[in-house]
């Protein structure tokens, strides 16, 4: 089974903070994801990588930065936190090929004050 | 851009019913489409998935036809049960201008079954 591991499972953060969502996988994968889940918007793509050492855009990149610096972590931060980025974040991994399916990790609730 | 629509964000049944959770797509490629499934406080997990025009998936007693001629993958089952009760995403597999691929998620459908 698929393995991907998100930490910390939730966080309180003040508004202007810097906040970093970290992500491990143990799949081999080559691409990572970084989804953003709210009520009513489903699942958004922020940002992904398919090679450590590079990182690209997705859907709802504003706001946010993401690191890659090796096949296994995939980092997402947040450099100045604010209340609209209260959401529950998803990190995920797949091989990238068009029919391969995304293993998620269990998530993180960040609640922005 | 590519794009999943699902319609209804909250459908509620009894228990014992059938249900039919809708999703249609826009693409210019050659469609892949996913579903997954999320329970409550869960990750999302691939429900089922296909490429292959009018063609039955069945997985877990849910079961989809992918259907090019009116780009729809609705999720069907027969007979709902509480267990059933989760978030379900349709979901396409999109091709980036780099020539990867990325899922696109639709906004999800709350199924919520009573006894």
């Known amino acids: 089974e698929a393995a991907v591991t998100q930490s910390p499972r939730s966080k309180v953060a003040v508004t202007g903070g810097k906040v970093t969502l970290s992500c491990h996988q143990t799949n081999n994968h080559d691409y990572m994801y970084w989804y953003r889940q709210d009520t009513g918007h489903g699942l958004r793509l922020i940002h992904y990588?398919?090679?450590?050492?590079?990182?690209e855009k997705g859907d709802i990149p504003d706001g946010y930065k993401a690191s890659r610096p090796s096949q296994e972590n995939f980092s997402l931060i947040l450099e100045l936190a604010s209340l609209s980025q209260t959401a529950v974040y998803f990190c995920?991994?797949?091989?990238?090929?068009?029919?391969?399916?995304?293993?998620f990790g269990s998530g993180t609730r960040l609640t922005v004050l | 851009g590519d794009s999943v629509t699902q319609t209804e964000g909250l459908v509620t049944l009894t228990k014992g019913l059938p249900v039919m959770l809708n999703c249609t797509y826009q693409?210019?490629?050659?469609?892949?489409l996913f579903w997954y499934v999320q329970h409550l406080n869960e990750a999302p997990k691939l429900l089922l998935k296909s490429s292959t025009d009018n063609k039955r998936t069945e997985h877990q007693g849910f079961y989809a036809t992918l259907h090019k001629s009116s780009s729809s993958f609705h999720l069907q089952k027969s007979s709902v049960q509480l267990s059933d009760s989760a978030l379900y995403f349709c979901?396409?597999?999109?091709?980036?201008?780099?020539?990867?691929?990325?899922?696109?998620f639709g906004k999800g459908t709350s199924l919520v079954v009573h006894p």
């Open positions: 995920a991994s797949s091989t990238g090929q068009r029919a391969e399916t995304l293993y």
């Open positions: 693409t210019t490629y050659s469609p892949f």
């Open positions: 979901a396409l597999s999109d091709r980036t201008s780099g020539g990867n691929y990325k899922p696109t």
């Open positions: 990588s398919y090679v450590a050492d590079s990182t």
